[in-house]
């Protein structure tokens, strides 16, 4: 079995931060890819960065240069440090990880439950 178990949400006002983490864990031979994705109110799930095994990241437009992903590989864990945050931040952040099941040996993704961001004053 394969858990993905995100922490960090909360309520902050406009212009604070906050580190979103993400860790899985189970019977998993290798991670991929590891992302952050996040859904608004009324509105879909939409990326937010990514981070693959080696390190190369990808941003969405509207958080280049404030949000910044990183990754622990020896503790299957990504981060994401959000900075200068504005109230249309405000979403459930979902985290991503598309790993190699050690059972079966293949590649699948999995979501965790998400962890609320509320950015308001």
């Known amino acids: 079995q394969v858990q993905v178990v995100e922490s960090g949400g909360g309520l902050v006002q406009p212009g604070g931060s906050l580190r979103l983490s993400c860790a899985a864990s189970?019977?998993?031979?290798?991670?991929?890819?590891m992302g952050w994705y996040r859904q608004a109110p009324g509105k879909g799930r939409e990326l937010v960065a990514t981070?693959?095994?080696?390190?190369?990241?990808n941003y969405a437009d509207s958080v280049k240069g404030r949000f910044t992903i990183s990754r622990d590989n020896a503790k299957n864990t990504v981060y994401l440090q959000m900075n200068k945050l504005k109230p249309e931040d405000t979403a459930v952040y979902y985290c991503n990880a598309n790993l190699r099941r050690s059972w079966d040996r293949r590649d699948a993704d999995y979501w965790g439950q998400g962890t609320k961001v509320t950015v308001s004053s």
């Open positions: 189970g019977t998993i031979f290798s991670i991929n890819g």
């Open positions: 981070i693959t095994s080696s390190g190369m990241t």
